[in-house]
């Protein structure tokens, strides 16, 4: 055996007896999630703590001195937190299915591999799943950086009880996935609206005359395509793994920071943290001068910053419409509270949506 094998051997048994001692380590975290889970049953509380879980990650990022890569500790964490909460008790969200959409992929960035997924067809659906009590959360597209506001889920939102509890931020990269051949063969495209508008330019380009069809999802324009024989879907290339399919092109959004916002929605809104923003829908009289800027007054005068404001129709009578807004801070706190009531009564219809921790940066 030369010296270089000999050196890397004693390596390998080096780095074995890291893996030991971090397999102990796991073991011991897992005993310590399985006593926090006693209490929270106890006390009837959740297993998933948003706050909490971005504490954990980002400080141990602030902390990382060491070799290992920072941005791989989020993704390692993300988990070993998902497996220790399994041990508490079973988190099941419902997401816009199949298997492979972005949905998807947000709610795994967010529960983690440990987590039961339940994948649905449509929003409503999931919507419903969590209203019915047959799924603890759900995640929702609500906002695109290319296409602006995802309405459909604005529009659920009004009328439904549940609360938002988190939101997650993926950035989207569309690829053009075939069964087989090249772009010569390819006869119609498939995707989820969304992924249409977002590559718009880039089909206008390279293949102008295949006509566009709308799917429920990415995912299910793939699976599509999988029994296809000439047609393409735009999706994601984890979807281009489960339907057997061979990416022609990668990365074909317009936008190279193409990133879309996700809402965790549930029943109950989680406690509060030192990072939360509020969103709330709002409308205002149309017939009266200056009743948008007397409803957003209430927020510079209790020194609320207001991050996002955004017109949606109300689908009720013509011309009239939806506020929606996002702004820092928690209902619970004393300034927001203010802001929030002297909003209200400026306002024909106020629906606070959720106070919750801003996502993690991308």
């Not at 030192?274 to 007054?297: C, H, K, N, P, W």
């Amino acid at each position: 055996m030369s010296d270089e094998t000999r050196s890397i051997e004693e390596q390998r048994r080096a780095i074995d007896e890291i893996d030991d001692r971090i397999l102990e380590l796991l073991g011991a975290r897992a005993e310590r999630n399985a006593a926090i889970g006693k209490l929270k049953a106890s006390a009837a509380t959740t297993v998933w703590v948003p706050s909490r879980e971005l504490d954990i990650v980002e400080r141990l990022e602030r902390q990382n001195a060491g070799l290992f890569p920072t941005a791989a500790i989020r993704n390692v964490f993300r988990e070993i937190i998902s497996a220790s909460r399994s041990l508490q008790r079973s988190v099941t969200v419902s997401y816009l299915g199949p298997q492979g959409t972005y949905t998807h992929e947000a709610a795994m960035k967010r529960f983690g591999h440990m987590a039961e997924f339940v994948p649905v067809a449509t929003s409503p659906e999931i919507f419903e799943c969590v209203e019915s009590g047959r799924c603890e959360f759900g995640v929702v597209p609500v906002e695109n950086s290319s296409e602006g506001i995802v309405s459909h889920t604005l529009d659920l939102l009004v009328d439904s009880t549940l609360t938002i509890c988190a939101e997650i931020h993926v950035p989207i990269h569309h690829d053009l996935l075939v069964k087989a051949g090249g772009l010569r063969d390819i006869t119609a495209v498939y995707s989820h609206p969304q992924g249409l508008a977002q590559c718009r330019k880039w089909l206008a380009l390279n293949l102008p005359n295949a006509p566009q069809f709308s799917a429920h999802s990415t995912a299910q324009a793939a699976e599509r395509v999988s029994r296809e024989p000439g047609g393409a879907a735009i999706a994601s290339p984890v979807a281009a793994e489960i339907y057997g399919l061979e990416v022609v092109q990668s990365r074909i959004e317009d936008s190279a920071d193409n990133t879309t916002r996700f809402l965790v929605i549930g029943k109950t809104g989680p406690a509060p943290s030192s990072r939360d923003i509020t969103s709330l829908l709002f409308s205002t009289r149309r017939d009266e001068v200056g009743t948008l800027y007397r409803a957003l007054q209430p927020f510079a005068d209790n020194g609320v910053n207001l991050t996002r404001i955004e017109s949606r129709p109300t689908r009720q009578r013509a011309w009239e419409y939806l506020f929606f807004c996002d702004f820092e801070g928690n209902t619970s706190e004393p300034a927001v509270a203010r802001a929030v009531e002297e909003l209200r009564a400026r306002c024909d219809f106020l629906k606070v949506l959720g106070s919750y921790p801003r996502a993690e940066s991308v």
